[in-house]
């Protein structure tokens, strides 16, 4: 009796794993040149101590402008590496080979969008601590609070900032026009973060209007990260 080989089907990864693939390969990228991390960490550390040259005066800052700074920093920071992260796959051709693999579009734009939120998130963890001693900000009085504005602040910056990245890549104007889209359609996003920061840094802190906020930008990251799914696709192949 002839032996009877077993067929093993090879299965399609899920969606999941094939945006973490995606993630890996940038993070790894990223690892050997740290380009876009080091810029990021350099621009917003300038942006930083320009503000403290305006505001300390005889060693002493306002802790009410600290939330400002921490998301201006974070916002220009952010768009200075996306537009990094989107050149990258340019000057390589990368996208357009993802684009013509197997893999499902929405997965490349979230493994994209993973891999940004990663880089903004290294970049704040270094300028909030920066940020809380020259203006004496009172950050560690609630840091979950804080990490958890910051983390759906950047996904929710990042989710808008990636599609329309990957869209304009091939533009000649690509960094102006990303700025001038990107703000406007992000300032709930910057104001949300603002106003929760800054109810975190009264004295005492304010944690229901911080609790409100939060809420605000988890609802604005399930908007923005849903439509940039949807429509990341037919942006490309227009």
């Given at each position: 009796?002839?032996?009877?080989?077993?067929?093993?089907?090879?299965?399609r990864?899920?969606?999941?794993?094939?945006?973490?693939?995606?993630?890996w390969k940038d993070l790894v990228v990223e690892v050997r040149t740290r380009e876009i991390v080091y810029t990021m960490l350099v621009f917003a550390v300038l942006v930083v101590l320009v503000f403290a040259f305006a505001f300390v005066r005889e060693g002493q800052a306002s802790p009410d402008v600290a939330a400002g700074i921490l998301w201006i920093a974070t916002a220009f920071s952010g768009t200075l590496g996306l537009g990094r992260a989107l050149d990258r796959e340019r000057e390589g051709d990368t996208l357009r080979a993802l684009l013509l693999s197997p893999a499902d579009r929405p997965a490349i734009y979230l493994g994209k969008l993973l891999g940004i939120v990663v880089y903004m998130l290294i970049a704040?963890?270094?300028?909030?601590?920066?940020?809380?001693v020259l203006f004496d900000a009172p950050f560690a009085s609630r840091p979950g609070t804080l990490a958890a504005l910051l983390v759906l602040g950047t996904l929710g910056f990042a989710a808008v900032g990636s599609l329309f990245a990957a869209m304009l890549m091939r533009a000649r104007?690509?960094?102006?026009?990303l700025a001038i889209v990107l703000y406007p359609l992000t300032v709930?996003?910057?104001?949300?973060g603002v106003l929760g920061t800054a109810a975190l840094?009264?004295?005492?802190?304010?944690?229901?209007?911080?609790?409100?906020?939060?809420?605000?930008?988890?609802?604005?990251?399930?908007?923005f990260v849903t439509l940039s799914l949807?429509?990341?696709?037919?942006?490309l192949t227009d």
């Amino acid at each position: 009796m002839p032996s009877v080989r077993p067929i093993i089907a090879r299965q399609r990864p899920s969606f999941l794993v094939q945006a973490l693939w995606l993630l890996w390969k940038d993070l790894v990228v990223e690892v050997r040149t740290r380009e876009i991390v080091y810029t990021m960490l350099v621009f917003a550390v300038l942006v930083v101590l320009v503000f403290a040259f305006a505001f300390v005066r005889e060693g002493q800052a306002s802790p009410d402008v600290a939330a400002g700074i921490l998301w201006i920093a974070t916002a220009f920071s952010g768009t200075l590496g996306l537009g990094r992260a989107l050149d990258r796959e340019r000057e390589g051709d990368t996208l357009r080979a993802l684009l013509l693999s197997p893999a499902d579009r929405p997965a490349i734009y979230l493994g994209k969008l993973l891999g940004i939120v990663v880089y903004m998130l290294i970049a704040e963890a270094v300028i909030a601590p920066l940020i809380a001693v020259l203006f004496d900000a009172p950050f560690a009085s609630r840091p979950g609070t804080l990490a958890a504005l910051l983390v759906l602040g950047t996904l929710g910056f990042a989710a808008v900032g990636s599609l329309f990245a990957a869209m304009l890549m091939r533009a000649r104007s690509r960094d102006v026009l990303l700025a001038i889209v990107l703000y406007p359609l992000t300032v709930p996003v910057i104001i949300a973060g603002v106003l929760g920061t800054a109810a975190l840094c009264q004295s005492p802190p304010n944690d229901a209007d911080a609790r409100m906020w939060l809420k605000m930008l988890g609802v604005f990251d399930v908007v923005f990260v849903t439509l940039s799914l949807w429509i990341f696709e037919p942006l490309l192949t227009d």
